[in-house]
């Protein structure tokens, strides 16, 4: 298999990946984005760059994909929605994407637009994530489109997938991998996990599917108790541990504002060093890193699992 | 069955603030047999626009003519021409209870008569008596797959109409859409195949759906067998 993007050449290498998250808004200003981006190069291999993430109405991630790439160097991975675009427009976003020399797609169905900012807005969802896994693979592979009409110059790109281990019932979830993986994903992404054992029930289960495809698992360092709070409060169907968020919650306590960050840095740190050293042990080939706006703490956990830091 | 929920008063009120002679239409189709449009409901709302009119004052008190009426199917143009052929001269509106498909059938058959909803049609469902609730259950797809997905519709009861569900919305079998309210429709599907061996349609992978099949204005020619006329 030929590798078109550095994630894929990594996964392929065998080496065990990083992949951080970028997170453009309703703004026509990337400056931020882009800068926040930069102290991840030669950590992340990659960074996911959101797609009107739990749909609201922001700006462009295909935009926001390209600038990415071009001004901070770092490769990205240009998630695309099913909720907000038919067959034409994924066909077209997909052609710019490759002309604009982006290597990765996250397919991904999408929330539902009611669940978003501007929540009359009209649904799409023409195709679904393992659809769109299966057009963007038609166009790679055989140069055609979803209709079988040829492609002038095909684009040349690997695409990814999402999946929620906390999902239940599981097997449900995992038998919708498997369709993604015939549909051809090449690498999958986790939704957040914060334990081991949701770790080891993902990959019995995938075993039991025969499912091939690398995953990523997902996790998720929080800045500060209130993104903690809000994120255990707020994302149906994960938790963050019990322990963690009292932590957390005490280290907000703390009046001193540098103090309290680097409290914070410890408590993240501490935990999620274990948890990485222990999915390194697993069948994972990566971890994705979805601390958006957390820069200091991704570049320090990855260098220190790395044996660097 | 179509489901469909009477307008608020003050809607149809507005609607017909210009008419004073005027059929209240009911239809013991769908509409008569969910008690929302049959004869007792036309009749019922007849009274109340006569009533809320007058409290009004729009219309000169002797001009007002509001009388109810019943057909069987509304949405049957042979049947509304040959029960109301006889009195629609009588009025200038017709203020119909049935289904959208009935209201433009009674226009169709009778060019010349301004005809309105009193109702809103909601979508194709199941009732349920004990609990009073109806629940949509089919979109008309014109491509039905039931038969693959154990006997739950995906297109009308998932909230992204999805063929490869479930989705990320998912928790513990509850959709996103609605606050976890609703059943996630992928999830009844899979339960159902699990329940009768036959996980195997649940891994099928569906492809992209041909939309032209389900693209308005849909019309099925010359396919009607029988003569109609509610016999
Ligand atoms: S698949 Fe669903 S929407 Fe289509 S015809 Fe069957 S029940 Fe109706
Ligand atoms: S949660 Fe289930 S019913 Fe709701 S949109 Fe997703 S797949 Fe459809």
Not at chain 2, 45 to 74: F, H, P, Y
Not at chain 2, 186 to 214: A, G, H, P, T, V
């Amino acid at each position: 298999m030929e590798a078109y993007s550095n994630l894929m050449q990594e996964i392929l290498n065998g080496k065990f990946v990083f992949t951080g998250e970028l997170e453009p808004e309703k703004t026509t200003d990337l400056n931020e984005l882009v800068e926040g981006a930069k102290p991840l190069v030669g950590y992340a291999v990659a960074c996911n760059v959101t797609d009107n993430p739990q749909s609201m109405a922001y700006m462009s991630s295909l935009v926001a994909s390209y600038l990415v790439q071009r001004d901070a160097g770092m490769e990205t991975i240009y998630q695309l929605r099913c909720s907000d675009r038919n067959r034409l427009a994924l066909t077209a976003d997909v052609l710019g994407a490759a002309a604009l020399g982006l290597k990765n797609i996250l397919a991904l169905t999408g929330d539902h637009v009611s669940l978003g900012d501007n929540p009359g807005a009209k649904a799409v969802y023409d195709l679904d994530a393992v659809l769109l896994t299966y057009m963007i693979r038609k166009m790679v592979d055989e140069g055609v489109d979803l209709a079988g009409k040829p492609i002038h110059e095909p684009p040349k790109l690997h695409v990814g997938v999402a999946v929620n281990p906390n999902a239940d019932p599981l097997e449900a979830e995992i038998i919708k991998l498997k369709r993604k993986e015939v549909a051809g994903a090449e690498f999958v992404q986790t939704q957040v996990v914060y334990e081991m054992e949701k770790v080891d029930s993902l990959f019995e289960i995938y075993n039991q599917y025969g499912i091939k495809v690398p995953v990523l698992i997902g996790i998720f360092p929080m800045k500060n108790y209130g993104v903690a709070d809000y994120f255990d409060k707020n994302i149906p169907g994960v938790s963050v541990p019990k322990e963690l968020l009292e932590i957390l919650k005490m280290a907000s306590e703390i009046t001193d504002k540098k103090e309290r960050k680097e409290k914070y840095l410890e408590i993240n740190l501490e935990y999620f060093e274990n948890f990485v050293r222990d999915i390194m042990k697993s069948e994972a080939k990566g971890v994705h890193v979805m601390a958006v706006g957390y820069e200091q703490m991704v570049r320090e956990l990855i260098a220190r699992v790395r044996g660097e830091g | 069955m179509i489901v469909v929920e009477q307008k608020p008063l003050e809607d149809i009120l507005d609607m017909v603030k210009d008419c004073d002679r005027m059929l209240v239409l009911g239809c013991d189709g769908c509409s008569g047999i969910y008690q929302v449009g049959g004869e007792k409901q036309a009749e019922m709302l007849s009274s109340m626009l006569r009533m809320g009119k007058k409290t009004k004052g729009e219309n000169k008190e002797g001009d007002l003519k509001i009388e109810a009426s019943t057909v069987l199917r509304q949405c049957d143009k042979e049947i509304v021409r040959e029960a109301l052929e006889g009195s629609i001269g009588g009025y200038d509106a017709v203020l119909s209870m049935a289904c959208g498909a009935g209201v433009q059938t009674v226009a169709e058959v009778f060019p010349e008569k301004l005809v309105h909803p009193a109702v809103n049609t909601k979508f194709i469902g199941m009732q349920d008596r004990e609990m009073g609730d109806l629940h949509e259950r089919c979109r008309a797809c014109g491509d039905c797959i039931l038969a693959e997905t154990g006997g739950v519709c995906p297109i009308a009861r998932c909230a992204k109409s999805l063929l490869n569900g479930p989705c990320g919305g998912q928790v513990e079998g509850k959709c996103e859409v609605g606050g976890y309210e609703h059943d996630c429709a992928w999830i009844l599907i899979y339960n159902k195949l699990k329940e009768f061996e036959r996980l195997d349609q649940f891994l099928k992978l569906r492809l992209m759906r041909d939309n032209r099949i389900s693209e308005s204005p849909r019309d099925l020619k010359g396919s009607i067998k029988y003569s109609g006329g509610g016999d």
